[in-house]
C-alpha cells in the first residue's frame, strides 16, 4: 500500500514484459527502461514503461515473464526530436522487488498537485462525462512532473469548472492506451497514450485549509 508521504507516489505488481534497455546517463549513474503488464479487474491490461537505475538492478536479475512489485514515481520529461516535443512518462523505480507468490496485480497512485491548464469537459456519443486534466506536481531541485489525468461522471462534472492553479489531490491508476494519429490521406500509425485515470479526487481550499472530497466512481 502507499504511504501518501510524497507528493507522487506510485505502486503496480504485474509482469515483465519487455528485455531492459538503456535509457540514458545523469552523473555517472546509468538509467535502464523496461516495460511491465499489470491486468486490469477487467480482460485488458496496462503496458507501463519503468525507468530504474542501475544501483538497483545490481543485486536484481529481471526476466520477461517474472512478477514484480515496483514503488516509485510517475514522471515526465520532454523528449525532443526532429517531429517535435513530445511529454513522455515513466514510472521512476525506487524499489523492485519479487512479490509475494498470493499477491494479485496491483495499479495504484496518489498525487497532489496543480492544475496548469483549464480542464477540458466532454460527453461521449454514449452519453459518458469525461474531464482531461494537466497536474503539476512538484519534485526535488525546483522541478516539476506534468502528468495528464481523466476524470470520469461525477468527477468529470466538478472538475471542468476548477480553475487554473488549484491544488487537487488524486488517487486512481496509471493507465495506458492506444490510438491512431493520422499522417496522410492515407497513412495512420498506432501510438499509446499514458495518464492517470482517477478513482478519487479532493479539492484542496488553500484559503480555509479544508478539502472537499469527490465520491469515488468506477470504471
Known amino acids: 500500500m502507499l504511504n501518501y508521504v510524497e507528493d507522487n507516489e506510485a505502486r503496480v505488481v504485474g509482469c515483465v514484459n519487455s528485455y531492459l534497455e538503456f535509457s ?5 549513474e546509468r538509467f ?4 511491465v503488464k499489470v491486468n486490469r479487474l477487467s480482460d485488458n491490461h496496462d503496458l507501463l514503461t519503468v525507468t ?6 545490481s543485486d536484481l536479475e529481471l526476466h520477461v515473464g517474472d512478477k514484480v512489485e515496483i514503488t516509485g514515481q510517475f514522471r515526465s520529461y520532454n523528449n525532443y526530436t526532429d517531429q517535435g516535443n ?3 512518462l515513466t514510472l521512476f523505480a525506487k524499489d523492485i522487488c519479487p512479490p509475494d507468490a498470493v499477491t494479485a496485480d496491483a495499479n495504484e497512485i ?8 483549464s480542464p477540458i469537459y466532454r460527453t461521449t456519443p454514449f452519453g459518458r462525462e469525461i474531464a482531461d486534466l494537466l497536474l503539476a506536481v512538484n519534485r526535488a531541485y525546483s522541478k516539476s512532473d506534468y502528468i495528464p489525468c481523466i476524470a470520469w461522471g461525477r468527477n468529470a462534472r466538478y472538475v471542468k469548472n476548477l480553475a487554473v492553479g488549484q491544488n487537487v489531490k488524486i488517487w486512481g491508476r496509471m493507465q495506458s492506451r492506444e490510438y491512431q494519429k493520422k ?4 497513412e495512420t ?12 479526487l479532493i479539492a ?9 472530497p469527490m465520491s469515488e466512481v468506477n470504471h
Open 110 to 117: 496518489y498525487l497532489n498537485g496543480f492544475l496548469c491548464k
Open 189 to 200: 500509425v498506432t501510438k499509446t497514450a499514458y495518464e492517470v485515470s482517477i478513482s478519487k
Open 204 to 212: 484542496v481550499d488553500a484559503q480555509a485549509e479544508t478539502e472537499t
Open 86 to 88: 513530445r511529454l513522455v
Open 52 to 57: 530504474v537505475s542501475e544501483r538497483i538492478l
Open 32 to 35: 535502464y527502461i523496461f516495460q
Open 183 to 186: 499522417l496522410s490521406e492515407e
Open 24 to 28: 540514458h546517463e545523469v552523473h555517472g
